[in-house]
Structures are given as C-alpha cells and as structure tokens.
C-alpha cells in the first residue's frame, strides 16, 4: 500500500483554509472540491492511454486518450459528497457508487444505511471519496464491499488522515492506495483528528 500526500503549493495554501475555524460552509466546500480536483490530478497519473488518428484542422493527427479501466467514484455519505464534484469536474463519465455510512459516536464503528453501487465493479476503478479517513473503520468498511461486489482496483482519496487509520487499512487492505493532502498527528479520545478540520460533514452541510 503506498500513502501519497500531495505536497503542492496550492494544496498546502487550500488545506490552510479549511483548518481555519472561521471559514465558512461556502468557502469550505468550495475548497474541498478545489482539493479533490488536485488529489484526483495525482491520483490519476498512471492511467493508461491509447493513440488515436482524428481529424485536425490540418488533416489527421495523433492523439491520446484514456484506454482500459472504466471508474466509479464512491463518495460516503454523507461528507464524501464534499470531494465529489471536483473529481467529477475531471472524469465526467465516471459511474458513481454511493455508499451510506455514519459513524456512531460512542463506538466509532461505521453504521450503513445505504448503498447504491454501479455495475461491473469488476471492470472498475473505484476511487472512494471521504475527507476524513480517521480510525478508518469507514474506509475498511467501504473497501470490503467493493471487495465483495467484485471490484479489484481501489484507491482512496482523502483531505487529511490519522496515522491510526492509516496503519488499520495497511493492516487489511494493503492493496489500496490513498491520495490525500495530510497526514496528521493523532485521534483524540472521540475520534477526531488533531489537528484535523474538525467535522467535515457538519462543515460542508452547514450543521451541527
Ligand atoms: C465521518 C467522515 C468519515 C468518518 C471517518 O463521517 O466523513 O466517513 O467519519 O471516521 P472513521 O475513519 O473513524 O470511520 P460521519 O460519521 O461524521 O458522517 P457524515 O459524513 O454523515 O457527517
Ligand atoms: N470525522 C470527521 O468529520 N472528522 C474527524 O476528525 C474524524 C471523523
């Protein structure tokens, strides 16, 4: 498994604002979906392309285009629908999978509640989207059941991630790399990341 954190300028400089308690819902989705439009940059630099002969102003020309694996993006809910227009922004013929989940908060443990996924997950890339990849009961969660629906190639992208998190899905699912813009300290006694974005649902949707 290999963890990339996205070391860039301008994903540095966006990671700042949304650390910012101040910053509001607009400005932190809007940021969010500014950062998936980087990870997904990254996340996507080894796909396969193929040479094409089209038509071109001057007469027939060599171009590229993307061959082979067809993508599902996998936003949880209900957060993971922060990142998703940004990755949709750059691959707008993904098929999208949505997974319902929430984590309860005295156990810590993912509830589902829903899930919707698309077809041929064995001839997808899956791309899972979350903010938050904590103690990464989520994400593991998420990964066995593309797993159990056939899907073979899995990454993640995520904002921020707790080294916690991180060792359990090396632990189970060493297969599945993870794109992200930090790596962060440590979880506190409920859960958090520190120093973290606090609750990432609660400030892409304006609640509480
Ligand atoms: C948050 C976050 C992840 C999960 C991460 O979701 O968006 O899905 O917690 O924690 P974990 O790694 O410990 O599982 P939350 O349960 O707050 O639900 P929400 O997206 O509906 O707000
Ligand atoms: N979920 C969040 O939204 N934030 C955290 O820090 C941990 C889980």
């Not at 040479?51 to 071109?56: A, D, E, K, M, P």
């Not at 904590?134 to 990454?155: E, F, N, Y």
Request: charged share 20%; glycine share 8%; net charge negative.
């Amino acid at each position: 498994m290999a963890v990339h954190i996205v070391n860039h300028p301008l994903v540095r400089h966006k990671l700042g604002i949304l650390r910012q308690a101040s910053t509001s819902t607009h400005e932190f989705r809007a940021v969010s979906n500014e950062v998936a439009r980087l990870l997904i940059y990254e996340a996507t630099k080894n796909m396969l392309t193929e040479t094409l002969t089209v038509q071109g102003w001057a007469g027939p020309v060599d171009v590229e285009a993307i061959s082979g694996k067809k993508v599902t993006v996998v936003p949880i809910l209900r957060a993971g629908l922060g990142l998703m227009d940004g990755v949709l922004d750059m691959i707008p013929g993904a098929r999208i999978s949505v997974v319902g989940m929430y984590r309860n908060e005295s156990t810590l443990e993912p509830v589902e509640y829903y899930v919707k996924l698309a077809s041929d997950l064995d001839q997808r890339l899956a791309i899972i989207l979350d903010p938050m990849l904590a103690t990464g009961g989520s994400i593991i969660a998420a990964i066995d059941l593309l797993k159990k629906h056939g899907c073979r190639q899995i990454c993640s992208l995520n904002l921020v991630c707790a080294p916690e998190g991180i060792a359990k899905v090396e632990a189970k699912h060493p297969d599945v790399d993870i794109y992200t813009a930090a790596v962060d300290d440590h979880l506190n006694e409920n859960g958090y990341i520190i120093p973290g974005l606090g609750d990432a649902g609660d400030r892409i949707f304006g609640t509480k």
